[in-house]
C-alpha cells in the first residue's frame, strides 16, 4: 500500500518538474525543508535563488558572510552598473539563535528584528509592502524556520491586490515540519508574462532528496539557463549552519 509520504514524494516532484524545470522565469524562489538521511539527526535546507532577464538584474552574485560566514547577501559583479540598488541589493538569509530566516528583498532585516523583540512574523509583515516596481509590483516573499521549542515552520507573500496594485494583500502560511526528504517552496511568479503574474495559492511540496550538494545541483540546473542567476543552499545541523553556492564565476 503506498503512503501518504509516498504520494506527497511523487506530488512533490511534479511540482518540481512543472513549476521549476519546466518554467522559463519563476523569479526568486524560497525552498525549506529537511534532507532524508540514514540517521536520527535532523539536517534542514533552506534554498533561495534569483534570476533576472535586464542588464540591471542580471548584475548581481551571492556573497557569504557575517558571523561564521552564516549570512547571504546579492551584491553587483560590476558596481559601476548600478542605477538604484533598491530591490536588488540586499540581506537574504540572516539568523538569530535557533532561527533562520530567508526572503527575497531588505524585509529579511524586518523579519529578524521582530522576532527579537518577541513580535510575530505577522507583526513584521504588517509594516511592509509589495515592491514598488510597475508593472509587476514583484511580491515579497520570506520564510522563518524557528527551531526553539516545539518548532515552527512560517513562509509568507506580500503581493498586489488583483483588484487594485496600490493594495496589498498579506498572506501568512505556518506549518508542521515537512517528513524528511520533502520541503515547502514558494515562488515570486507563476510564469513568464508581460506582466509578470505573481505567486498564487499555498506554497508547493518539493523534493529533498539526496545529499544538499545534490539539491544544489538539482535545483541550480532545473532553472532556465537564460534567466538564473544564483543560487545558495544553508545546510544547517546540530553543528550550526553553513551556506554553499551556485553561480557563474
Known amino acids: 500500500m503506498t503512503s501518504t509520504t509516498d504520494e506527497l514524494r511523487v506530488f512533490a516532484e511534479q511540482n518540481f518538474g512543472r513549476h521549476i524545470a519546466a518554467n522559463s522565469y519563476p523569479g526568486r524562489g524560497i525552498v525549506v525543508g529537511r534532507l532524508e538521511t540514514g540517521g536520527e539527526q535532523d539536517i ?3 534554498i533561495y535563488w534569483i534570476m533576472g532577464r535586464s542588464e540591471h538584474s542580471r548584475n548581481r552574485r551571492f556573497v557569504v558572510g557575517g558571523e561564521d560566514e552564516s549570512e547571504l547577501r546579492t551584491n553587483a559583479r ?3 552598473l548600478v542605477s538604484d540598488p533598491t530591490n536588488i541589493i540586499y540581506d537574504a538569509m540572516l539568523e538569530s539563535p535557533d532561527v533562520y530566516f530567508v526572503s527575497n528583498g531588505d524585509h529579511t532585516h524586518t523579519i529578524k528584528d521582530a522576532i527579537e ?16 516596481d510597475p508593472p509587476n509590483y514583484t511580491p515579497r516573499i520570506a520564510a522563518m524556520l524557528d ?3 516545539q518548532g515552527e515552520l512560517a513562509f509568507a507573500i506580500l503581493r498586489a491586490n488583483a483588484a487594485d496594485s496600490q493594495l496589498t494583500d498579506r ?3 505556518r506549518f508542521p515540519f515537512p517528513p524528511r526528504g520533502l520541503a515547502y517552496g514558494i515562488t515570486t511568479y507563476r510564469h513568464d508574462g508581460k506582466p509578470l503574474p505573481p505567486f498564487a495559492g499555498d506554497p508547493l511540496w518539493l523534493p529533498l532528496s539526496g545529499s544538499f550538494q545534490h539539491v544544489a545541483d538539482l535545483y541550480w540546473n532545473a532553472l532556465d539557463s537564460q534567466n538564473r542567476i544564483a543560487l545558495a543552499v544553508k545546510v544547517i545541523d546540530s553543528a550550526g549552519s ?3 553556492l551556485r553561480q557563474p564565476e
Open 78 to 80: 560590476d558596481p559601476d
Open 117 to 132: 523583540r518577541s513580535a510575530r512574523f505577522e507583526d513584521a509583515l504588517a509594516v511592509r509592502e509589495r515592491e514598488d
Open 44 to 46: 534542514w535546507v533552506q
Open 171 to 173: 498572506v501568512t502560511w
Open 147 to 149: 527551531l526553539r521549542g
Open 242 to 244: 553553513r551556506i554553499i
